[in-house]
């Protein structure tokens, strides 16, 4: 996934969004001795709190600071010198910089990459000794290809899909963890797809499985997501675990 940092864009598109938001009555804040009005709410400041926000100007400044950090955190460049950070926005403020303009972009996009490839080693290495302590498990399978299962329910259907079926299933997905981020059963909604269309190791995986199976599969990264993200929980090189219970073929 290419990843691009454009965060006066996301701040602007923020700032945007809430201002086209439906207004509402002002609140009050019960702190401190004395109130500022921040748009229709008044925040309280004084001798019982930091008194940070003094007027419109401070509290622009503070959400501009606050949604230029939730961007970079979720783009995973939280890990950044924060007093040559603080320069270089002053620098951009008065242009002057002391890296020349063109270079800038790809100042960031080396660090974001130096960034990820720490996460998949990170990922990797993690998901490569819960295997290894996996496959020492009772009734647990290690595949050619590297991936393993474990049967939780053994279908009396003997049906089983090819590349070409389409299957319903339901499904728990989770991270090595217990982090859950994907589930049908959760939305008790279970859902139908063609097998072609899904991640190596779901295909691999249900080709084996009779209808009416329950299995629990565990799939290195290299037969889920490889180097990539998928969505905001999937870091590159996870190793996941799903429950996936097949309910129908086509």
């Not at 290690?142 to 049967?151: A, D, F, P, R």
Request: proline share 4%.
């Amino acid at each position: 996934m290419k990843k691009t940092l454009i965060i006066l864009s996301l701040v602007v598109a923020s700032m945007s969004s809430m201002a086209q938001t439906k207004t509402t009555p002002p609140k009050q804040v019960k702190v401190g001795n004395a109130q500022v009005k921040v748009g229709n709410t008044k925040i309280a400041v004084g001798e019982t709190s930091p008194a940070l926000i003094k007027n419109a100007k401070d509290s622009a400044s503070y959400a501009l600071g606050y949604r230029i950090a939730q961007s970079m955190k979720g783009q995973g460049l939280q890990a950044i010198n924060m007093a040559i950070f603080e320069k270089g926005m002053s620098a951009g403020f008065l242009s002057k910089g002391i890296i020349p303009d063109s270079l800038l972009d790809n100042c960031i996009k080396t660090y974001q990459d130096k960034m990820s490839q720490e996460k998949i080693t990170a990922n990797r290495a993690a998901g490569a000794a819960f295997l290894a302590e996996n496959a020492k498990k009772p009734g647990v399978v290690k595949m050619s290809n590297g991936m393993q299962y474990l049967v939780i329910l053994a279908g009396k259907d003997t049906t089983k899909p090819t590349l070409k079926s389409k299957v319903k299933v339901h499904y728990h997905g989770t991270l090595i963890d217990g982090t859950v981020f994907d589930s049908s059963v959760q939305r008790g909604e279970p859902i139908s797809f063609p097998l072609n269309g899904v991640i190596k190791g779901w295909q691999d995986g249900l080709q084996l499985m009779s209808l009416g199976s329950k299995w629990k599969l565990f799939i290195p990264s290299e037969l889920a997501y490889g180097e990539r993200s998928a969505g905001p929980t999937i870091g590159p090189g996870s190793t996941l675990i799903f429950e996936v219970e097949l309910l129908g073929i086509e």
